[in-house]
């Protein structure tokens, strides 16, 4: 059974990305799967939206293990030592905290909006010709 909880942020220059994940507990058997789930998550979300450092809260072990993880020479590497240049801070190393309250992992904000346009006028001008080209 999941009793735990894992709350990770990723601060970056327009905002903070932050998720939960409930996990086994550090010491049950199936707490392996949780820190590569996590793993695979905390990877997923620096690179779709970009990542300074990374804060984490939750079971201790599977904390210090995921701060190994991406650290310089661990499992996450090449996250490790491109984000700092593809967030623009090429000389600050990227930095893996370990707070003791979930109320010190910092809340979600985006400073910016995106706005999507659609615009598919052309496209569906398109298909009425050729719909009404085939229906005679």
């Not at 392996?32 to 079971?59: D, E, K, N, T």
């Not at 090429?90 to 995106?114: A, G, N």
Request: aromatic share 8%.
């Amino acid at each position: 059974m999941l009793e735990d909880k894992l709350t990770w942020a990723l601060p970056r220059a327009d905002g903070c990305s932050r998720c939960s994940l409930p996990v086994f507990a550090d010491g049950t058997r199936n707490a392996r799967a949780s820190a590569y789930l996590a793993g695979a998550l905390i990877q997923q979300m620096m690179w779709q939206r970009g990542a300074r450092s990374l804060i984490l809260h939750g079971p201790p072990k599977l904390c210090k293990f995921l701060q190994e993880c991406y650290s310089a020479g661990g499992f996450y590497d090449l996250e490790v030592t491109s984000m700092p240049k593809l967030c623009g801070v090429p000389d600050k190393p990227f930095e893996v905290k370990i707070v003791d309250t979930e109320d010190d992992v910092p809340e979600r904000t985006c400073s910016r909006t995106r706005k999507i346009r659609l615009h598919a006028e052309g496209c569906l001008r398109a298909f009425e010709k050729d719909a009404a080209g085939a229906l005679g």
